[in-house]
């Protein structure tokens, strides 16, 4: 084999080799990073959904704000409410929530075909996203009752 070919297959090999190395370097400072940064709740969602007169309640809460919607299908009201919150209430919002017990919790079937209400929470995190339906037969759902009883306190019976 000639030089040229031989420094040509060296160069090639070599600059293969940096390649992987530097894409493995990567992946791992992705994944201590990810590891570093802390899981937290980004945005909340509670709606009770149905009965007879198909009433509905949304809330919709982020860091900075929370919206509430609600109504009934049958009398065709509907109501809208907003109010910017603090982020002394955002916090003891989620203080409410342990997100390491959020995976376990199971939800329940739903009832609303047979005119009941289904009760819906939406979690998301920064890095994973939950909706439990009617989970009031889980062992971790008092930390949902404890967010409705915080809940009841700041939004407005009857927007």
């Known amino acids: 084999m000639s030089t040229v070919k031989t420094n040509a297959l060296r160069v090639l090999t070599s600059m293969f080799l940096l390649l992987i190395f530097f894409s ?3 992946k791992a400072s992705e ?3 990810s590891s570093r940064d ?8 509670f709606s009770n959904v149905g009965g007879q007169m198909g009433n509905y309640n949304n809330i919709k809460i982020t860091k ?4 509430f919607e ?7 009201k509907h109501r809208e409410w907003h109010k910017l919150i603090t ?3 955002w916090k003891n919002l989620i203080s409410s929530f342990k997100i390491n017990d959020l ?15 289904d009760e819906t929470f939406q979690i998301k995190t920064t890095k994973n996203s939950y909706v439990f339906v009617n989970a009031y037969q889980d ?3 008092r930390q949902f009752e404890e967010f409705k009883t915080k809940l009841e306190n700041i939004v407005p019976k009857k927007p």
């Open 87 to 89: 982020s002394e209430i």
């Open 31 to 33: 994944k201590n990073n």
């Open 64 to 67: 900075d704000s929370i919206h």
């Open 103 to 117: 995976p376990s919790i199971e939800s329940s079937s739903s009832i609303q075909a047979i005119d009941g209400i």
């Open 139 to 141: 062992v971790h759902y």
């Open 24 to 26: 493995c370097i990567e």
């Open 70 to 76: 609600n109504g009934s299908t049958v009398s065709k």
């Open 38 to 45: 802390p899981e937290e709740i980004i945005f909340i969602g």
